[in-house]
Each structure stands twice: as structure tokens, then as C-alpha cells.
């Protein structure tokens, strides 16, 4: 893939991190909120996965990335996707703001392997101007973690980054669409009763996945058709009602009981019961 030829009295643009997931314990990739200013931008072939979400007032914009071409209007969610060892060059018209997400090849690779396809290899495509609102609400999702600041349990952006791949990969949301499938009874259980008696400690899909001998993907769909919503969203709730009871008997401090239900610091309790519950640690701890 050759490099795009460009005017060399062309005016370079510049960019500039506003918010990343940067010292939030994510696995696999990141995040980041960039202010990108009106010019040209060139993205050399990188070792990883990118995506970039055009967020906010509509930009018109040329690009050119995999010998393809393509003069457009931006607007809000729209989703240009460069794989690995791909690149390409982006001239925007006016200032803009870009949620720029990216995934290890490897992490991409392992769900890649994980994933079911009679058809032959699946593997990350260049897109542009992809709109997908699948693919927005993750990255919403994503947004809303580094807008909160806080070091999380790894297993929120895990789970929300592998459903994104899998999504780019070309699987539907759910790779077990048209099936009636669960998870059995006891393997539910085994799950849900390893995740209790794990709260005080960091999970990760992989661990889950294998008390039950399954992929991630499948895990992922089973469990959230088993339980009504995605696995991360279950570990997040059962540890607020957690810190719920503990602030309830009164016998801990506020940190102590962050960590007793598996938050990394008191903020990040704050952060989901506030998320949650619409209250405060303190103001639940005064109300009970």
C-alpha cells in the first residue's frame, strides 16, 4: 500500500489529547479524545488496529487510506476504520473532535481464533465513513470510562472492546443469533457464584470464560442471554449492592469499603454508585 501523495503547500494539522484511557488499566488497546485541528493528517502503517469516531458538529473532509478515495461531510458518529498495517491521510476542512480507539493485534487476533466462521479467516477491514450504531453506542460507552478518570476493574473495557472487534470482525451482535442458547443451569451458577467470591479481586473475561469452556464471544452471549445483560454490566451492579450492604452495617470507612467490593479507590466506588444509583457513597452511608 503506498503512501498518498500530498500538496506540499497542503497546511498540516495538528492534534491534541484531550481526555485517554492512559493509566486506566485497560488491556488489549485504548482510548482517546483528540481535538484535531483543520488541515492535513497523515497516519503512518501502525502494529495495531485504529477507528476513529467523528464526534459533534458535522467536518467536510477528504481521505484516502487503502487506495481508496473519498471526499464527504462528517457527522457525528460517523467511524473510519485503518487495520493494522495499514495507512492513509485525512484533510479536514475545519477544527473537529475525534474519539480515536484502538486494539493490539494480538487481542484482535485471539478473538478473531475464538470465533465461529465455516466461511474461512475473519479478520478487520478498512471502512470509511462506516455508520454503525452498534458500533457508536460501544464507543459511547468507552468515552464515558476515560470521561470519568478513574482506574477500573479491567474487565468494563474488556468486555466492551471485544464486543467492538467482534462487531468490526463482521459478526452480528451475537454470534449465536437464531439459536435458542443459554447457559445451563449449573454452569450459570458456577459463574455467577465464582464472580461472588471473587468481587474483592480484579476478573477478566478469559477466567470467566473458561469455568465454563467457552470462547469469550460465545461466553459473552450466553451470559448476557442467561443473565439479561452484559457481564460487565452484572459484575459492576453486584458490587455496588455490595458496598450498599457494607456502608449499611456502618462498621467500615468509605475506602475500606471500595476495596471489600472490588473498586480500585473510593472515587471509582463514587463513580458507578453516583453512575447507578444517582447518590453518593457518603450521602447513601448518611440516608441508611
Keep these: 500500500m503506498s503512501a498518498v501523495t500530498a ?15 492512559a493509566g486506566l488499566g485497560w488491556q488489549g488497546g485504548g482510548a482517546a479524545l483528540l481535538r ?29 487510506c487503502d487506495g481508496r478515495r473519498q471526499s464527504r461531510l462528517q457527522a457525528h458518529g460517523d467511524a473510519d476504520v485503518v487495520p493494522a498495517g495499514v495507512e492513509g491521510e485525512w484533510t479536514d476542512e475545519a477544527d473537529c473532535t475525534i474519539l480515536r480507539v484502538w486494539f493490539d493485534d494480538r487481542f484482535v487476533r485471539s478473538i478473531a481464533e475464538q470465533m465461529e466462521n ?16 452498534r458500533i457508536n453506542s460501544l464507543a ?11 482506574a477500573c476493574d479491567p474487565l468494563f473495557a474488556e468486555s ?37 467470591s471473587h468481587l474483592d479481586q480484579r476478573l477478566t ?29 452484572y459484575v459492576v451492579r453486584r458490587r455496588v449492592e455490595r ?8 462498621k467500615l470507612g468509605l ?22 444509583l444517582g447518590v453518593t457513597p457518603r450521602a447513601f452511608a448518611k440516608g441508611s
Excluded at 118 to 133: M, V
Excluded at 140 to 150: F, N, P, Q, S, V
Aim: proline share 5%.
Design 7 to 21: 500538496d506540499s503547500n497542503r497546511h498540516a494539522g495538528t492534534s491534541v489529547s484531550l481526555r485517554s484511557s
Design 36 to 64: 484535531v485541528s483543520a488541515g492535513q493528517h497523515r497516519f503512518p502503517a501502525m502494529a495495531y488496529h485504529r477507528i476513529g469516531i467523528h464526534v459533534g458538529t458535522p467536518v467536510r473532509a477528504r481521505c484516502a
Design 118 to 133: 465455516p466461511w474461512g479467516k475473519r479478520e478487520i477491514r478498512p471502512q470509511l465513513q462506516l455508520r454503525d450504531p
Design 140 to 150: 459511547a460507552a468507552l468515552l464515558a470510562e476515560i470521561d470519568a478518570g478513574t
Design 160 to 196: 466492551v472492546s471485544t464486543a467492538m472487534v467482534v462487531r468490526l470482525l463482521g459478526a452480528t451482535d451475537s454470534p449465536l443469533r437464531g439459536r435458542t442458547a443459554m447457559l445451563a443451569t449449573h454452569k450459570a451458577a458456577r459463574v455467577t457464584d465464582y464472580i461472588e
Design 205 to 233: 473475561l478469559g477466567e470467566l470464560a473458561a469455568l465454563v469452556d467457552l470462547s469469550v464471544p460465545h461466553f459473552k452471549a450466553l451470559f448476557r442471554e442467561t443473565l439479561g445483560m452484559p457481564v460487565h454490566q
Design 243 to 250: 458496598a450498599m450492604a457494607l456502608l449499611i452495617e456502618g
Design 255 to 276: 475506602s475500606q469499603v471500595a476495596l471489600e467490593a472490588g473498586f480500585a479507590h473510593q472515587s471509582h466506588m463514587a463513580h458507578w454508585m453516583t453512575r447507578l
